[in-house]
């Protein structure tokens, strides 16, 4: 197989599609398609669906194989139906085991195979399956920061030969080790990028459970910007936190301006809230569990409130970075609700030297071998803001996030 091939390839799919790639994305589809498994650490939004989603593509049009098929590992279903979709976009021919008919999924027309790592694993006609594909151009491990806690891996193991693409946006240090141990990528291709994106000025806050006041400034927000205002996410632990906030700011506004996001969220009111995110519709503040954002791209949120505090590091750093992606100066703000107390050590840790030294090297701490705080201060984090003393513009202004 040469470069060549494979470059002509990549631009002859790019081109049909009008697409273009990032450097990281080129050199992990380049990897993958030579058969050399590839780890990479990459911020949402970054693009790595692209990744996988242009292997069959590019695959075929280099002639290695007669019908590439590009097997993907996702943890969630809600995901697997957004990427069956956004493939599909690009003309790839995408299914989900269990959602398609089994004549239709083992009639060889996918391109794209989604499953979750259960179904991979403990049924016997998928396992069968993925033995018998002669086309399998590799396999995808998504979100692996996730996945692999499924130990799936010894399924894919026997496949010879297979290389694996393992893709998450936020595998702290630790995790990564445990990924690459049991996926036995010790010789894979690593690439990463720090999640540590300066534009998102990180707050911790520990605030009461019984009182709202935390949220005024929203309600503030809402009442003087109005359809003006730039998205706003907030991430509640559970449902009945969902549903407290919500009424609150509900009972506060007399507009529309607020949406509920969750599983059991209907459809129609799952569009409404989704939909400012596209520049439409007329939501502006998502009360919402994890489950809004998951392989989705909204680039223009401006605030993105935690509240309560996500039980593992990379959960806050998936949550605070939905924050900005559009590059603008953005805010994510992490209420600690006294009475919750369901985290993990490295969170726990994290809360308390977040009020004693800057909270954005702390949290990268665990991501990154050598994290950097943002200059000036009052743009890094709470206690940067506090030490800050460069009385430029914002620098003096009172600490609501
Ligand atoms: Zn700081
Ligand atoms: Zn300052």
Redesign the pocket.
């Given at each position: 197989m040469k470069d060549t091939s494979f470059s002509r390839a990549l631009s002859s799919v790019l081109h049909g599609l009008n697409l273009s790639l990032k450097q990281q994305q080129e050199a992990a589809l380049k990897a993958f398609l030579f058969k050399k498994d590839v780890f990479a650490t990459l911020p949402t939004g970054f693009g790595k669906s692209l990744i996988y989603q242009l292997a069959p593509l590019v695959a075929k049009t280099m002639g290695l194989y007669t019908n590439s098929v590009v097997v993907v590992v996702s943890p969630l279903v809600a995901l697997m139906e957004q990427q069956v979709k956004e493939a599909s976009k690009l003309g790839v021919t995408a299914m989900q085991l269990g959602e398609q008919s089994d004549k239709e999924i083992f009639s060889g027309k996918a391109q794209l195979l989604f499953g979750s790592p259960e179904a991979w694993l403990l049924n016997d006609k998928w396992r069968r399956l993925l033995s018998s594909q002669t086309d399998l151009v590799g396999v995808v491990v998504d979100e692996v920061h996730l996945t692999y806690k499924w130990y799936v891996f010894p399924v894919f193991n026997s496949l010879n030969c297979t290389p694996v693409l393992a893709l998450t946006a936020s595998a702290d240090l630790e995790s990564r080790t445990k990924v690459i141990r049991l996926l036995f990528l010790e010789n894979a291709m690593v690439l990463m990028e720090s999640p540590n994106r300066l534009n998102i000025r990180l707050g911790l806050h520990r605030i009461s459970g019984t009182s709202m006041d935390s949220l005024n400034w929203i309600v503030e927000e809402i009442k003087n910007k109005g359809l003006s205002l730039s998205p706003i996410i907030i991430y509640c632990r559970t449902l009945k936190a969902i549903g407290r906030v919500f009424c609150y700011l509900k009972a506060e506004l007399e507009n529309t301006l607020v949406g509920m996001y969750h599983s059991q969220t209907l459809p129609p009111n799952k569009s409404y809230v989704l939909s400012p995110f596209s520049g439409e519709g007329n939501c502006r503040v998502a009360v919402a569990t994890t489950a809004l954002g998951m392989g989705l791209n909204f680039p223009n949120v401006s605030h993105v409130v935690l509240y309560g505090v996500p039980e593992d590091v990379e959960g806050i750093v998936q949550e605070t970075g939905r924050a900005g992606r559009n590059g603008a100066q953005s805010h994510a703000v992490i209420y600690c609700i006294k009475q919750h107390t369901n985290v993990d050590h490295k969170v726990k840790a994290l809360l308390k030297s977040g009020q004693t030294t800057?909270?954005?090297?702390s949290l990268y701490s665990h991501f990154d071998k050598d994290p950097v705080?943002?200059v000036p201060?009052h743009l890094?984090?709470t206690?940067?803001h506090l030490k800050c003393v460069c009385h430029q513009d914002g620098c003096n202004e009172p600490l609501p996030l």
């Amino acid at each position: 197989m040469k470069d060549t091939s494979f470059s002509r390839a990549l631009s002859s799919v790019l081109h049909g599609l009008n697409l273009s790639l990032k450097q990281q994305q080129e050199a992990a589809l380049k990897a993958f398609l030579f058969k050399k498994d590839v780890f990479a650490t990459l911020p949402t939004g970054f693009g790595k669906s692209l990744i996988y989603q242009l292997a069959p593509l590019v695959a075929k049009t280099m002639g290695l194989y007669t019908n590439s098929v590009v097997v993907v590992v996702s943890p969630l279903v809600a995901l697997m139906e957004q990427q069956v979709k956004e493939a599909s976009k690009l003309g790839v021919t995408a299914m989900q085991l269990g959602e398609q008919s089994d004549k239709e999924i083992f009639s060889g027309k996918a391109q794209l195979l989604f499953g979750s790592p259960e179904a991979w694993l403990l049924n016997d006609k998928w396992r069968r399956l993925l033995s018998s594909q002669t086309d399998l151009v590799g396999v995808v491990v998504d979100e692996v920061h996730l996945t692999y806690k499924w130990y799936v891996f010894p399924v894919f193991n026997s496949l010879n030969c297979t290389p694996v693409l393992a893709l998450t946006a936020s595998a702290d240090l630790e995790s990564r080790t445990k990924v690459i141990r049991l996926l036995f990528l010790e010789n894979a291709m690593v690439l990463m990028e720090s999640p540590n994106r300066l534009n998102i000025r990180l707050g911790l806050h520990r605030i009461s459970g019984t009182s709202m006041d935390s949220l005024n400034w929203i309600v503030e927000e809402i009442k003087n910007k109005g359809l003006s205002l730039s998205p706003i996410i907030i991430y509640c632990r559970t449902l009945k936190a969902i549903g407290r906030v919500f009424c609150y700011l509900k009972a506060e506004l007399e507009n529309t301006l607020v949406g509920m996001y969750h599983s059991q969220t209907l459809p129609p009111n799952k569009s409404y809230v989704l939909s400012p995110f596209s520049g439409e519709g007329n939501c502006r503040v998502a009360v919402a569990t994890t489950a809004l954002g998951m392989g989705l791209n909204f680039p223009n949120v401006s605030h993105v409130v935690l509240y309560g505090v996500p039980e593992d590091v990379e959960g806050i750093v998936q949550e605070t970075g939905r924050a900005g992606r559009n590059g603008a100066q953005s805010h994510a703000v992490i209420y600690c609700i006294k009475q919750h107390t369901n985290v993990d050590h490295k969170v726990k840790a994290l809360l308390k030297s977040g009020q004693t030294t800057c909270l954005r090297k702390s949290l990268y701490s665990h991501f990154d071998k050598d994290p950097v705080s943002n200059v000036p201060g009052h743009l890094c984090c709470t206690y940067c803001h506090l030490k800050c003393v460069c009385h430029q513009d914002g620098c003096n202004e009172p600490l609501p996030l």
